[in-house]
């Protein structure tokens, strides 16, 4: 694509003469966006701390010479034609230079003097004191000597002191301007390319298809290539998009003080903010969804039909008739610490006389929820997407399994998964995948996450793993419960998928893990990790890196970690260190400022600001950076540690004794340990390498856990899902890849199936139903279910995996018996092939996923059809 936008450019200019001003500034402008992408995309990591950026400085001046010679002042090539040929004359086509000669040009350009020839070099300059400028070679000390040019405030774009001169390294605070005129600024235009920013977790944006847009020349910050915004701009666009060399800024300016904006808090410019509080929140118009009830929907009986999911796959639906089996109904399911450590106590207590277990203690396997704790004293509440027999219209007759699907949080609490729509349809919310798990034929819970839904008045967080699991697993008790009080016909058995991407993918492992500690036989039917910051303390460190140089695409993730990890959750060991001289918060306590909401990230997150709204009140230049919002000592730490090629900054010998407990917080909150060493069931790692918020360097070390598995390195799959792009698009990518295992047959398919239930009275389909094993195992990697049924008036489907010399066979046995005693057996064998010495403790994902590909092809379901599902959601 970029090849075809230069064609484009290079294709207006003509074969003879020279080309046009606008293809000229076209062409500068395309060399300045190639160079920048190339430079940002390749240059070593450890080299960009403390060196400036020449390249940057360079081509930031070649635009700054374009606009300055813009075709209104009539400057750019100021060429005018000759007859008489010249030796050397080249010279007389420049630009004029009066600081070398009388009339710009060497006397032997005149057309006055036809009769002398210009020699091949130039003559001699007439003026013997030329003035010169030069190109400022920066002090790397001072940040100011680092920004764009200003040449309405400095007459050689940067202070006098960033030049190699002998005034010396630059003062800390920025010099004041040395222009004393108002210069004129000519308008550069150009075409633009409309870019849209990255979709942000918790926010819902429209990202175009890259295929239908064809790229041209643009430069300047994102915000001045992106859709035209006039609720918020009187132009559109901020007023230095028209001069994009004038903004100093990635994060997009306020919003002009005379446009009215919907938002839900005003600003106006950065040095007119309002210092009074943000509007509290308040609740949305009709109040919340209740507690335990089923939602209300538009649908009869509340129950969305199976017919309208599949309308909302559009032409997709026919070919994904195999994901789409059940009706869905959702509540909103609530529960708190309190109700669910009486009920594990009530359910494992002690036997008289017998010796106690951990599992008898609340405490122990839910330490998360001891009462003192962050979750203690709240309300936890989430979505639950219950799959309907769309026949019977009543839930599912056996044994049916469980999904928790884990969403990235909106900074709005509002904005909740149990705040589902009645129609979601005429309504549309990023929530609406969890209902092909459903309708897939499993439980499927989406956590709204504390502080979010019924809990919107409580203190919020951000990547904090006790938050997830206090958020998730006590919902998962209560509906297991609630199902079995409810239902006889109806069990949610111990068999789990837990999927999510980005802060959902994070979400994903500390809810695995906490599953793993309640010790009860859970079992893992599929584990699917997407674009998740796994290596909080060293990796995603990074990105302070790029804070400090004002290339982070999101700077607002770090006031949502500023606001979690400062005194602000009594779980972690950073929180109001009184035996210590100073705090180790990790927002820097310029942004903590309680006299001041817009400088404290707490009020920020409390009054619900989303990303825009949070953008006018970061620190950015002139003024200041984009770190200033964090712990100087932690982005001390970081700089130098990266500076020295070391991306463990917590474990080095920069980590100094005032960041030290902020360290030991940040690493107890890193997933790479566990997830190299303690995994001991398969998990699916999807990430792009291109992505650009989450650093692929976040991807665990696969060869020290057999069980780690990257999704483009499962057999036929990886042949068909491959992450690429930044983080967004590789969303859409793992969001595929996570859907392949409940696309499948549910007899084929332990993540969905519906095992049988006891049914001695035969209430449950009027026959026994009755199995003499029903078993659900791990062996060699490979999750086993098979089921021996007697029966009588009911057919039943049970399945076995089996995995031997690198063939994984399915046994599928139908069981056929009436009240007339007879009774037909069919079992039939299909193996799918998995690579020959691959590790069998990670053969159930290799099987399950390549097995999945089959059936697909098996049952005509082209990929290009799960492609089109996969960008529908």
Not at 107 to 118: F, G, K
Not at 202 to 213: H, I
Not at 269 to 294: D, I, Y
């Amino acid at each position: 694509s970029e090849s075809a936008s230069l064609a484009s450019i290079v294709a207006t200019v003509p074969r003879q003469g020279r080309p046009s001003n606008d293809t000229l500034t076209l062409l500068i402008s395309y060399l300045y966006l190639s160079v920048m992408h190339t430079y940002r995309s390749l240059r070593p990591r450890q080299t960009l701390i403390s060196l400036p950026n020449p390249l940057t400085k360079m081509m930031k001046n070649i635009l700054l010479l374009v606009m300055a010679a813009s075709p209104a002042a009539g400057r750019i090539h100021g060429i005018t034609t000759r007859s008489r040929s010249l030796v050397g004359g080249d010279y007389c086509t420049l630009e004029p230079n009066k600081t070398c000669y009388a009339s710009g040009s060497p006397s032997c350009c005149s057309e006055d003097n036809p009769t002398t020839a210009c020699p091949e070099d130039p003559p001699p300059c007439e003026i013997t004191e030329p003035t010169t400028t030069t190109v400022p070679t920066v002090f790397p000390e001072q940040e100011y000597c680092k920004y764009g040019a200003d040449p309405s405030c400095y007459i050689d774009g940067w202070p006098s002191c960033c030049n190699v001169s002998d005034e010396g390294p630059c003062p800390i605070t920025q010099p004041p301007c040395d222009v004393t005129t108002t210069s004129t600024t000519t308008t550069f235009t150009t075409t633009t390319t409309t870019t849209a920013a990255p979709e942000l977790p918790g926010e819902t944006t429209t990202t175009p298809d890259p295929l239908q847009s064809v790229p041209t020349a643009a430069f300047g910050p994102p915000y001045c290539n992106s859709a035209s915004d006039s609720d918020c701009y009187a132009g559109g666009l901020p007023a230095c998009c028209q001069d994009p060399m004038s903004c100093l800024s990635t994060i997009s300016p306020a919003c002009d003080d005379d446009v009215v904006s919907t938002s839900t808090s005003s600003t106006s410019n950065p040095g007119e903010l309002p210092v009074t509080p943000f509007p509290p929140l308040t609740l949305p118009e009709g109040g919340l969804n209740g507690c335990n009830q089923v939602i209300p929907s538009d649908y009869e009986n509340d129950i969305i039909p199976k017919e309208v999911i599949l309308a909302f796959l559009g032409d997709s639906a026919a070919a994904m008739q195999g994901l789409v089996t059940y009706d869905a109904r959702a509540h909103k399911v609530c529960t708190t610490c309190e109700e669910m450590n009486k009920l594990w106590e009530a359910n494992d207590a002690c036997e008289a006389d017998g010796p106690c277990t951990s599992k008898a203690s609340a405490s122990e396997v839910m330490p998360y929820c001891v009462e003192g704790s962050f979750a203690y004293g709240r309300t936890m509440s989430g979505l639950l997407l219950e799959p309907i027999d769309p026949t019977t219209k009543e839930p599912l007759v056996g044994k049916v399994a469980a999904t928790v699907y884990n969403f990235p949080t909106d900074t709005n609490p509002f904005l909740a998964p149990s705040q589902w729509p009645s129609n979601f349809a005429t309504n549309p919310t990023m929530h609406v995948a969890g209902l092909f798990t459903a309708s897939a034929g499993t439980y499927t819970l989406i956590p709204d996450v504390l502080g979010n839904g019924e809990d919107w008045e409580g203190v919020r967080s951000y990547i904090v793993k006790t938050i997830y699991q206090a958020s998730a697993v006590p919902l998962l008790l209560k509906v297991k419960d609630d199902i079995e009080n409810k239902y006889s016909c109806t069990k949610l058995d111990k068999r789990v998928a837990i999927m999510g991407y980005s802060e959902g993918g994070y979400a994903t492992i500390a809810i695995a893990h906490a599953i793993d500690m309640l010790d009860d036989d859970y079992v893992h039917t599929y584990t699917g990790v997407g674009g998740a910051p796994i290596k909080l303390a060293s990796e995603q460190m990074y990105a302070i890196v790029q804070m400090h140089e004002g290339i982070y695409p999101l700077p607002q993730f770090a006031a949502r970690l500023g606001n979690a990890y400062s005194s602000t959750n009594g779980d972690l060991a950073n929180t109001n260190l009184i035996d210590r001289d100073e705090d180790q918060n990790f927002a820097s306590e310029e942004y903590l400022d309680p006299n001041d909401g817009t400088k404290d990230v707490r009020e920020w997150a409390t009054a619900g600001l989303n990303y825009k709204e949070m953008a006018p009140y970061m620190p950015m230049p002139p003024t200041g950076l984009l770190t200033d919002i964090l712990n100087p000592n932690l982005v001390k730490m970081a700089l130098n540690s990266y500076s020295a090629g070391n991306h463990d900054p917590c474990n080095s010998k920069f980590k100094t004794g005032n960041v030290d407990i902020l360290c030991e917080t940040i690493l107890d909150n890193d997933f790479s340990d566990i997830l190299e060493n303690d995994m001991d069931y398969p998990v699916v790692i999807c990430h792009s390498p291109e992505d650009d918020l989450v650093y692929f360097s976040n991807v665990p070390n696969t060869t020290t856990n057999d069980n780690l598995i990257m999704i483009q390195d499962v057999p036929i799959v990886g042949d068909v899902v491959k992450p690429s792009g930044n983080h967004s698009v590789a969303g859409r990518i793992c969001t595929m890849g996570f859907l392949f295992p409940f696309v499948a047959p549910p007899e084929t398919s332990n993540v969905r199936s519906i095992l049988p239930i006891d049914d001695p009275d035969g209430t449950c389909g009027g026959g026994v139903v009755s199995s003499t094993t029903s078993t659900i195992s791990s062996s060699d990697g490979v999750t086993n279910t098979s089921s021996t049924t007697p029966s009588s008036d009911v057919v039943v489907t049970t399945f076995a995996t089996s995995s031997s010399g690198g063939v994984t066979n399915t046994t599928t046995t139908t069981s056929s018996s009436s009240s007339s005693g007879v009774e037909t057996v069919e079992t039939t064998k299909s193996p799918t092939l998995s690579p020959t010495g691959s590790p069998s403790s990670a053969a159930f994902a290799v099987s399950s996923l390549s097995g999945v590909v089959a059936t697909m092809v098996a049952c005509g379901i082209s990929v290009h059809s799960l492609l089109t599902l996969v960008n529908g959601v």
